[in-house]
């Protein structure tokens, strides 16, 4: 049925003459301007100047298709390649950003060093940043960001993370952002970036009898000290399991908070992750290897069922249990929910939530199928969800800079905002990753920072970037300078603008034009796009 | 009939109160506040699971040692003895001549009866006061705010220094959440060129989904502009010197704040990254670092305030405590009870508040984490009585009906 509607909607689209009218059964259904507006704020970090117009013109069943079965970008891979850390994998990164400390290297030297060791971290930044903002393949970043905070590692971590995020925005997040939801889980069980973060890299069962033995032995002979032999007996004895991984993985990366899961499942599955570590260091692979020796022998109980282990490659366990968890009927529910409030509304109703997780369970986690269900949906287009979402400081900042054509060649300045704004990107501490919704960031006073940024973005005094001429050379040249307003209001708040906005901009260029009888677009431009970017609606999606 | 003021009434009311504000000169705006309320609370959170068995400390406790073979701190760590049962860890020695003039009431085995070891649910729980309860949306610094409204219009109520308001600052009524790091000067232009958009009268909204967004804005304008000129006056004050560092720059603004007699009522701070899985030091290490910057920051602020110190209440707490046993890497994993540390005039100093019940395996809930033997609800609730005189409703702790505790 749904179907049948889209087809509907593409053949209107198709026919300019038509294509201005409205899909009208009754008055709370979008305009297919506003459908438009509404697809790409959602399944994009909004328009970039034309966007619209083209989407209209491709028909939104067309531009789906293409945007879930993207092919890399030559413009992207262009830009891009000046971050020599980029391709490299996680060892490479290590050898090449980590130089060795050097027997009285001076303070000068130490920097230099230090800031080498930053690079892999800034190009990873700088770049994330690139693509988002020019990127074609606009739907991909839009599911590489969710991806990002669903399994969320951060650099602030701290240690190899630093040379482990590169591989794992790479290998884990973009490879499988359109996949499948299996492969994207077992990707992050595998990747040391995530055992590192989770501590799981040195969980391992607790030693044998004959292992303590051992180590009171060779602790006595090397110290010749009775008592040194048995603290070191006690201490190995600590040595054993961390469940942060185990609970997150349950938690936050599956089936959600108490869900379906015990304490009792944690241990266990901590238990069954045993051994997933990394081999590191200056000798390392820096990618994953299972440690026999660490690993908890023997079978376990998990949600139920019984983990049947294999002596000789322990492994299986954990294979077999990413299986069960991405099979899970909450897990369905979880990941339904979670795209649905992400591509919806903080609150989806629950008729839809049914329905995604349903299509998600029958096609074994398939995330473009997934998409699809929620696009097709009347929950999708309804009036209830459209401009329903609140811009997080991200999506804020990144649209911005869409709407206006910006050009940028050193992100920095845009980071540090982010920073001010509190969501430094690969820098969330909490394993839940930022969160989507307008109650964990609209609060009182924080649109101070949005204003900074709208105002110098405009202005040309936020480093790094520049909106080009083309911008302010776009504004016909018959439009009057009285109707500038609606020229850039048109094109950043495709929704349209309430009177407070409208007031603002009409009493700003009243005051401009009464003082000039020369009006320049590149004077009065800046000051309407700063308070346009700056407005409610902007931050609306 | 719903009795609740909604967010445009509070709006309203906050409109009128700046315009008042608007048309006299800061100086006397202390004056045109009277503030009734010349109490003030702050909340100190310490995100992650602090490890409160390492802060507060069975200092003899056989099976403390024990089960901390690398982490535990006793005589030889430095530990500093509070009396024959507790010690601090030595990072807490700035805090000690608070408890010797009795304005330090540390509580033992605080928690909450939900034993979810989730950060994020443990946090939200707590800071709504509504374990296990998802339906309840508002802090309980807000409920506070909400049920007293009225009673001081100021602007700068409720304070949470930092972008984001804490979930316990989050409801009906309009806490300010202070874009710290915001350049003075520029943010000056800024907010001059948002303040007609933003401000103005409050029934011009835009669609329903504008209407928070425009409330938040007029906030931001409203209130920062005056914070800005109350905060730049700090200079001019001689206050002692606080850690470097975000958090005592924070506390020194909450000083600040007080001194300037603006109506500042409820204050919270966060303070990030006790999560220690691994590798959590002992004497020294991360933990101890952390402990220091908070009760260097804490001493610092109690003496800046000087006489002013009686009026204020703070509190430190957290989501839950750590495991008793240290973990495989010299770390501790999530666990149950934790503590609270109060401060301030009219707190029974001095003395630890609460029941302790040792740390033999069978006293420990699953064999491993401390028990909780107060609950968070009631030392909340004590604060709010003892500081404000505040006598909670019916329902402001959602079924519960807190026990009294003798704290102040």
Redesign the interface.
């Known amino acids: 049925m749904a179907r049948t509607r889209l087809v509907a909607l593409l053949l209107l689209l198709a026919m300019p003459s038509v294509a201005s009218a409205q899909i009208s059964v009754g008055e709370e259904e979008l305009t297919d301007r506003e459908r438009a507006t509404h697809l790409l704020s959602r399944l994009s970090f909004g328009p970039r100047p034309g966007d619209l117009e083209a989407l209209l013109e491709e028909g939104i069943d067309a531009w789906l298709d293409r945007q879930l079965a993207p092919v890399e970008s030559p413009y992207i891979e262009d830009l891009l390649s000046r971050f020599e850390s980029l391709g490299m994998t996680s060892a490479e990164v290590y050898d090449t950003f980590d130089l060795p400390e050097e027997e009285g290297e001076s303070r000068e030297e130490r920097r230099a060093r230090e800031r080498i060791r930053r690079k892999p971290r800034e190009e990873m930044l700088q770049a994330s940043c690139m693509r988002v903002v020019h990127s074609p393949n606009v739907l991909e970043e839009v599911m590489v960001d969710f991806w990002r905070n669903h399994f969320n590692v951060s650099y602030t971590k701290g240690g190899p993370a630093n040379y482990l995020l590169t591989s794992w925005d790479r290998e884990v997040l973009r490879s499988h952002a359109l996949g499948k939801f299996g492969d994207v889980l077992a990707a992050t069980a595998k990747h040391p970036a995530m055992l590192h973060y989770l501590?799981n890299s040195?969980?391992?069962r607790?030693p044998s009898k004959q292992e303590l033995a051992e180590i009171e032995r060779d602790t006595r002979r090397r110290t010749g000290s009775r008592d040194q032999g048995e603290?070191a007996v006690?201490?190995a004895l600590?040595?054993?399991?961390?469940?942060?991984y185990a609970?997150e993985l349950l938690?936050l990366h599956t089936l959600g908070?108490?869900n379906y899961y015990k304490?009792k499942d944690v241990v266990a599955l901590a238990e069954v992750l045993t051994g997933w570590t990394y081999s590191g260091g200056r000798n390392g692979t820096w990618e994953f290897v299972f440690r026999n020796n660490m690993h908890q022998p023997g079978d376990k109980k998990l949600l139920g069922k019984r983990i049947r282990t294999d002596k000789d490659n322990g492994v299986v366990e954990g294979d077999r249990v990413l299986e069960i968890l991405s099979e899970h009927k909450g897990t369905a529910d979880f990941i339904a929910l979670k795209i649905c409030r992400a591509l919806v509304s903080d609150e989806p109703p629950q008729d839809l939530l049914k329905k995604v997780a349903q299509v998600f369970k029958k096609s074994d986690g398939d995330i473009p199928k997934t998409i699809r269900a929620v696009v097709e949906s009347k929950e999708f287009w309804s009036r209830d969800a459209y401009?329903?979402k609140?811009k997080t400081p991200w999506e804020f900042a990144m649209s911005a800079l869409r709407i206006t054509d910006s050009v940028t060649d050193d992100f920095s300045s845009v980071l540090r905002r982010l920073n001010?704004?509190?969501q430094p990107l690969y820098q969330c501490?909490?394993?839940?990753g930022w969160y989507d919704t307008?109650?964990?960031?609209?609060?009182?006073?924080?649109?101070?920072?949005r204003?900074?940024f709208s105002?110098d973005l405009a202005s040309g005094n936020l480093g790094g970037v520049s909106i080009p001429d083309e911008f302010w050379d776009a504004v016909p040249e018959h439009i009057p300078a009285r109707l500038w307003q609606h020229h850039f209001t048109k094109l950043i708040l495709p929704g349209g603008?309430?009177?407070?906005?409208r007031?603002?901009l009409s009493?700003t260029t009243d005051s401009y034009l009464a003082e000039t009888n020369l009006p320049e677009i590149r004077e009065l431009g800046p000051q309407l796009v700063?308070?346009l970017l700056?407005?409610?609606?902007f931050?609306?999606q | 009939m719903n009795m609740q003021p909604t967010r445009r009434d509070l709006l309203r009311a906050g409109a009128t109160a700046a315009t008042l504000a608007a048309s006299a000169p800061l100086v006397s705006a202390s004056n045109l506040f009277a503030p009734s309320h010349p109490k003030t609370l702050i909340t100190i959170y310490l995100r992650g699971g602090a490890d409160w068995l390492n802060m507060l400390i069975p200092w003899k406790d056989r099976d403390y040692l024990a089960a901390r073979p690398t982490l535990a701190i006793g005589e030889e760590q430095g530990v500093v003895p509070l009396d024959s049962k507790f010690a601090l860890h030595p990072a807490l020695r700035p805090l000690l001549p608070l408890w010797e003039n009795k304005s330090f009431a540390p509580i033992l085995c605080t928690g909450s009866p939900h034993g979810t070891r989730s950060h994020f649910d443990a946090q939200d729980f707590m800071e709504r006061a509504a374990p296990g309860m998802r339906n309840i949306r508002s802090g309980w610094l807000n409920r506070y705010l909400t049920q007293t409204l009225g009673e001081n219009e100021s602007e700068f109520r409720a304070l949470a220094m930092q972008p984001l308001l804490p979930r316990s600052m989050r409801g009906d009524f309009p806490a300010f959440a202070v874009p710290v790091g915001m350049n003075q000067k520029k943010s000056s232009t800024t907010l001059g060129q948002f303040e007609e958009f933003y401000g103005g009268d409050p029934m011009m909204m835009g669609s329903r989904n504008d209407e928070q967004v425009v409330q938040s804005g007029k906030m931001t304008i409203d209130t920062l502009r005056r914070y800005q000129e109350i905060v730049k006056q700090a200079g001019v004050r001689d206050a002692p010197e606080y850690p470097g560092g975000r958090f005592g720059d924070r506390m020194h603004t909450f000083a600040t704040l007080i001194h300037a007699k603006c109506g500042f009522e409820v204050g919270a701070l966060d303070y990030g990254g006790w999560d220690h899985h691994i590798q959590q030091g002992a004497e020294a290490g991360r933990h101890n670092q952390m402990l220091s910057v908070v009760s260097n920051g804490i001493a610092a602020f109690y003496k800046d305030l000087g006489s002013l110190s009686e009026n204020v209440t703070l509190v430190v707490m957290t989501e839950f405590g750590r495991t008793v046993r240290e973990n495989g890497n010299n770390g501790t994993d999530h666990g149950r009870a934790s503590g609270m540390f109060v401060f301030g005039g009219g707190v029974r100093g001095g003395k630890t508040h609460g029941d302790w019940c040792g740390l033999e395996s069978s006293a420990l809930v699953d064999g491993r984490d401390l028990p909780v033997t107060t609950d968070f609800r009631d030392v909340m609730n004590a604060i709010l009585e003892g500081t404000f005189d505040f006598e909670a409703e019916k329902g402001f702790f959602p079924e519960h009906k807190p026990g009294r505790l003798k704290l102040f």
């Open positions: 501590d040195s969980s391992r607790p603290a006690q201490l600590q040595r054993g399991l961390n469940e942060n609970r938690e908070v108490d304490q401009r329903a609140f001010e704004m509190s501490d909490d394993p839940t307008a109650e964990s960031w609209l609060d009182p006073g924080v649109m101070a920072f204003w900074q105002l603008a309430g009177p407070r906005t007031n603002a009493s700063g308070l700056g407005s409610p609606e931050q609306q």
